[in-house]
């Protein structure tokens, strides 16, 4: 009998895609200093992104401390698919697709909970919670079908899946490098996240966020260590922060002003931060923010928690390893200093869902933790005074695009001929948005490591 499987592949492998969309127009659309703006607004690159980037990347779906004993589930959505994440018997984590195999249902429900199996609300077909078929009402109906047969294939099939210090990554395609090789060493980010934690331990708490933008996803991902916008951008409200820290009100929280101030810093300054780049298309950037008042109480005890438990030396080296927003391309960026993991999801071409999670450091004061929600809630939030400056810019980039005028999107920024994309750089370098395209074409043409 003919593989299903085959079929759907064969579906996904962009069997819509014009022919004239090979490997030489895929190439002629990226130059080594800049881009065609048509990779901004092209339906046809946009689901060829879809199925050649994103399917074939390893994305953020949870932390292990959501599941975290035999039994427990989470239920999530990736790539518009259906997923559900549950802790096994033996301790290990698997990833389910959220389908039922007799006529497609949704199988779990709701947000979480704990199961030993799933049973489909439509005609009762029940699995065991590693998604093996368990059993069937009215069996003998299917006696000398493939269904009486069954070998396997009658499950909630698996999703491939792994984790790195407690990151739950999953990844659509069953090849391509394992999640470590994927990492490379950007995982730097994510130990030093666990690591800041007293117990080297995190547990996600403080719920999670959607925003959806109205931009391309590329857009986005490009701002994460752009050094030479805040005094454009946020220069009103870097200004408005300053006019309430000169009042000195009654009331005021120092802690946000300093969040906001940092974007007041100096083009020079901004010069001295490093970012760096890594295979696959990941990056960090040197952290620009450290609103720590070193005679907080609260500080002092979270920093002598942490000495006790990893040692004055590895303590002073973890905590003074400050990155801010961390790439891992396509889908996944991270803030290790204030705690908080992104998704990105790519919903059309000019729009882009991003989900945001906060974790909290185990043995850590609590009001530390409240603090990391303050910083998302300061910078993230839709309603904060410094994530609509960028959303504008944003907007405007991806109403800009739509012209048909000069279609090049520079990239030049301290680009020399013979550029090394991968040496650490100054956060006024686009040398970073120039390594995502080098991992574009990498995985447009099928040549993804
Ligand atoms: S669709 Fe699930 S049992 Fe019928
Ligand atoms: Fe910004």
């Known amino acids: 009998m003919k593989s299903y499987l085959a079929v759907r592949k064969s579906r996904n492998s962009l069997s819509k895609m014009p022919s004239n969309y090979d490997s030489t127009f895929i190439h002629s659309l990226v130059r080594p200093d800049s881009v065609h ?77 704990t199961a030993k199996r799933f049973s489909c609300m439509y005609h ?142 100096s083009l020079e300054d901004m010069k001295e931060l490093e970012v760096s780049c890594y295979a696959h298309g990941h990056s960090d950037m040197r952290g620009f923010r450290n609103p720590d008042d070193e005679d907080d109480p609260m500080l002092q005890a979270y920093w002598s928690a942490h000495a006790e438990k990893h040692g004055e030396q590895a303590s002073a080296e973890i905590l003074n390893t400050n990155l801010h927003n961390v790439s891992l391309y396509p889908a996944t960026s991270a803030h290790p200093r204030f705690l908080q993991v992104r998704v990105i999801t790519p919903l059309a071409v000019n729009q882009t869902a991003i989900d945001i999670q906060v974790l909290r450091w185990k043995g850590a004061p609590e009001e530390l933790h409240h603090r990391n929600i303050q910083y998302a809630n300061t910078v993230h939030s839709l309603s904060s005074m410094i994530k609509p400056d960028d959303l504008e810019a944003y907007q405007r980039i991806q109403e800009g695009l739509a012209s048909s005028g ?41 040549d993804a490591a």
């Open 37 to 113: 703006g048509s990779v901004y607004t092209d339906p046809v690159l946009f689901e060829m992104e879809i199925d050649l980037i994103f399917r074939r990347s390893w994305i953020y779906i949870g932390h292990v401390s959501q599941v975290p004993s035999a039994g427990d589930y989470v239920t999530a959505t990736l790539l518009g698919q259906p997923v559900v994440v549950v802790r096994q018997e033996k301790g290990d984590i698997r990833v389910l697709h959220n389908r039922c195999p007799h006529r497609g249902a949704r199988v779990v429900a709701g947000k979480a909970g």
């Open 406 to 446: 000069d279609s090049s999107v520079s990239q030049h920024s301290k680009f020399t001929d013979g550029d090394n994309d991968r040496a650490p750089d100054s956060a006024l370098s686009e040398r970073y948005i120039r390594n995502q395209y080098r991992a574009w074409l990498e995985y447009m043409c099928g």
């Open 124 to 265: 009762g077909w029940t699995f065991r919670n590693d998604g093996s078929l368990l059993a069937i009402p009215c069996r003998d109906n299917y006696a000398g079908t493939e269904v009486a047969n069954n070998s396997g294939q009658f499950g909630m099939s698996p999703v491939r899946s792994a984790e790195y210090r407690g990151f739950i990554f999953v990844n659509l395609s069953d090849t391509g490098p394992d999640l470590e090789t994927f990492l490379g060493d950007a995982r730097r980010a994510l130990d030093n996240m666990t690591d800041r934690s007293p117990d080297s331990e995190l547990e996600v708490a403080g719920g999670r966020y959607r925003a959806v933008y109205d931009n391309n996803w590329k857009i986005y991902l490009e701002n994460l260590h752009d050094g030479m916008h805040p005094p454009f951008v946020h220069g009103s409200s870097v200004d408005a922060s300053r006019q309430v820290a000169a009042n000195n009100s009654a009331g005021v929280d120092h802690f946000r002003l300093n969040v906001i101030q940092a974007n007041g810093q």
